[in-house]
Every structure is written in structure tokens, then in C-alpha cells.
């Protein structure tokens, strides 16, 4: 499960930084929507299921209720994801 959570973490950060730093400005400075049509959605899902997996592995890593603020506020901040895959999910050894 934590592989899971590692893969869709990954996956999402990914997303979010294409969606903000090449569709938005692609978007508002090019007049150019593609990019944010085609990964508006699987983003957003993306989100959620890195949501509802935080949820779902917290038991199994034991975080603090400090912690697990730091891993959903994660989801929201550029490059979160990636800090969260470092600091908190590799520690418990696991594999991609």
C-alpha cells in the first residue's frame, strides 16, 4: 500500500507542476487551454486519491496529527509531494 501511496505522491507532484508552471502560463500568456484541459482531471484525481491514501496508510506509519497536516498541506504546495516522499515514506524502506 505505502508503494502505492509513493507512486500516485510522485504522480501527482508531477501533474501539479506541469499544470502550474507550463499550462497556466501557456493558458493566460499564450492563449493556449490544452494543457490544462488534458490534466485538469487526471490531476484532480490524482489529488484525491493522494488524499484518501494519506488517510488510509496513516495507522501504518504512525504519524503525529502535526505530521499528517504536513503531508495534506503537502499536496498543495509546489514540490510538496517530493519532500513527503523524502521525509516521510522513505524511512519505512521501501521501494518504487
Do not use: C, Q
Not at 488524499?51 to 509546489?78: G, H, Q, R, T, Y
Request: no cysteine; glycine share 6%.
Amino acid at each position: 500500500m505505502v508503494n502505492l501511496f509513493r507512486i500516485i505522491s510522485y504522480l501527482e507532484g508531477i501533474s501539479y507542476l506541469l499544470l502550474l508552471f507550463v499550462g497556466v502560463p501557456l493558458k493566460y500568456f499564450g492563449d493556449n487551454e490544452i494543457l490544462v484541459k488534458s490534466l485538469g482531471m487526471p490531476h484532480g484525481l490524482l489529488f484525491i486519491s493522494y488524499v484518501f491514501m494519506a488517510f488510509f496508510i496513516k495507522p501504518e506509519f504512525k504519524w503525529n496529527n502535526k505530521d499528517f497536516f504536513i503531508i495534506l498541506i503537502s499536496s498543495i504546495i509546489p514540490f510538496g509531494t517530493f519532500y513527503v516522499d523524502k521525509k516521510y515514506l522513505k524511512t519505512k524502506n521501501t521501494t518504487l
